[in-house]
């Protein structure tokens, strides 16, 4: 059985940081794409940021460009989102995503086949 686990999601001042980890297990996902997905209250889904099988390829939304960085580490079946100069507007459940079928990261939520349970980050202003 497929699972993602999120973690480090936590309350966090405006300018602050915060690093989420996404841990896989399950299968590996080493050949695969990764990303990071957010749901706010009352918004749709919205792409935060998706990285390649080899890390080398990655892509952003476009509120969250120049802010946040997103990495795995293959031999650990887990991918990271470095989150620096937050703001109130990232205030979002954050979700794990991982696709069984391309090798670089598509923005679109119908590319993933696995999702974790999300991760609350809430940004106090």
């Known amino acids: 059985q497929v699972q993602l686990v999120e973690s480090g999601g936590r309350l966090v001042s405006a300018g602050g940081s915060l690093r989420l980890s996404c841990a896989a297990s399950g299968r590996t996902f080493s050949n695969n794409a990764m990303a990071w997905f957010r749901q706010a209250p009352g918004k749709e889904r919205e792409f935060v940021a998706s990285i390649g099988w080899s890390g080398a390829i990655t892509y952003y939304g476009d509120s969250v460009k120049g802010r946040f960085t997103i990495s795995r580490d293959n031999s650990k079946n887990t991918v990271y989102l470095q989150m620096n100069v937050l703001k109130p507007e990232d205030t979002a459940v954050y979700y794990c995503?991982?696709?069984?079928?391309?090798?670089?990261?598509?923005?679109?939520?119908?590319?993933?086949?696995?999702w974790g349970q999300g991760t609350q980050v809430t940004v106090s202003s």
């Open positions: 995503a991982a696709s069984s079928r391309f090798r670089y990261g598509p923005s679109a939520a119908g590319g993933y086949d696995y």
